[in-house]
């Protein structure tokens, strides 16, 4: 365990009672499958743990570490001023504005720890059996925090998840920042590399996020070679939020991505909605996510039924639920009110959730029997 240990605990317990109050006031939907929502085996594929940060425990670390916050803007006034303004972003980039001042308050691997294992402890106690989850080196790495740093607290949350917590199995995926030059991107890619977490079972895989518009795949196309040419597998990229389903489209040919995270502009493209479908590749779409950053007017404009109906492969996720104020949870019940699905759909999203992870088959038969047993119930 890195950092000091007895900041570890305090920290734990803590941060878990700020997320018991950032949460929304009830997790009930207002649904017939309400409770077989609940029991339902879950897993998450899009969740950046930077994005689970509460401003409770932001505020904390930032006094404990000594950052200074922002003095022209009131929303740095309290944690209730923070939680106010984070129900009003008006675009990707004015969150994103805030999701970076967030890391700030990051600095030790206690921290990480600290963050992790709460993400991890409230996940599971929503049924997530299987999370993959992004977090962003490069922000870290440019204010002088070490990626060995970073990971050292990740894997010391996972191992003690591993303990007490044991239905849930973890894999982590560092994402390349899109609003940072290439070559930073590379130099990103060469450490990850040289540490050799690719290829002990540390890292599942490779990922891109932040900002999307003006930011055309082929951009990024020489770092996604130069990590498939170091034997690199499992890629996926953040399109098809912001940007327009030929970015989706190009990043399949370009990237060799075999996931794409949102994905919700798909749906505009009829031979991309068959392209996907006939190659598996998974879409790991967050409702309400797209809803607070207005990507959607509303639920029902996220196309739920359009994929179902054509059998494209997608999970249901939260993003940065410290931000739009839901875990999956409040997700799986956002998109039941707005479309009213059936047990049989329930039961095709969970399997392809599993099938489209990145674990292996033996734990993939494992996840699908929890499913099992629950479908048994409901059946």
Not at 148 to 155: K, L, P, V, Y
Request: charged share 20%; net charge negative.
């Amino acid at each position: 365990m890195s950092g000091n240990p007895d900041d570890v605990e305090p920290a734990v317990g803590a941060l878990r009672y700020e997320r018991r109050q950032m949460l929304p006031k009830t997790t009930m939907c207002n649904d017939k499958l309400h409770q077989f929502l609940q029991a339902l085996p879950k897993c998450e594929h899009h969740v950046h743990i930077e994005g689970t940060i509460s401003p409770e425990l932001f505020f904390r670390l930032a006094s404990k570490n000594g950052i200074t916050l922002p003095s022209d803007d009131p929303a740095f006034d309290s944690p209730a001023a923070l939680h106010a303004r984070y129900q009003n972003f008006t675009s990707l980039d004015d969150f994103l504005h805030y999701y970076f001042i967030g890391f700030s308050a990051l600095i030790n691997a206690s921290d990480f720890e600290a963050l992790t294992y709460d993400y991890l402890a409230l996940a599971y106690s929503q049924n997530v059996y299987h999370a993959e989850i992004f977090f962003d080196p490069q922000a870290h790495i440019s204010r002088n925090v070490p990626y060995h740093t970073i990971i050292a607290g990740m894997n010391a949350a996972k191992a003690r998840a591993a303990v007490e917590l044991p239905k849930l199995s973890v894999e982590f995926i560092p994402c390349l920042l899109r609003h940072l030059p290439v070559p930073s991107a590379h130099e990103l890619l060469e450490e990850l590399l040289a540490s050799g977490h690719f290829f002990d079972g540390t890292l599942v895989g490779f990922g891109m996020s932040s900002t999307e518009l003006g930011k055309h795949p082929s951009l990024y196309k020489s770092v996604y070679d130069a990590a498939k040419a170091a034997g690199v597998g499992n890629f996926t990229a953040h399109y098809g939020e912001e940007g327009p389903s030929d970015y989706v489209k190009d990043a399949l040919s370009l990237l060799n991505v075999s996931r794409i995270d949102h994905g919700r502009r798909s749906a505009e493209d009829v031979d991309l909605i068959a392209q996907l479908a006939e190659s598996a590749t998974m879409l790991t779409l967050c409702p309400l996510s797209n809803v607070v950053l207005k990507g959607v007017d509303r639920m029902q404009d996220i196309p739920i039924r359009e994929f179902l109906d054509a059998n494209v492969r997608f999970s249901i996720n939260s993003d940065d639920p410290a931000y739009f104020g839901g875990y999956i949870q409040e997700n799986y019940c956002a998109i039941q009110e707005a479309f009213g699905l059936a047990v049989e759909d329930w039961e095709k999203i969970a399997r392809g959730a599993i099938a489209g992870s990145w674990c292996s088959l033996l734990r993939k038969e494992q996840l699908l029997s929890e499913v099992d047993s629950v479908l048994q119930e409901w059946n």
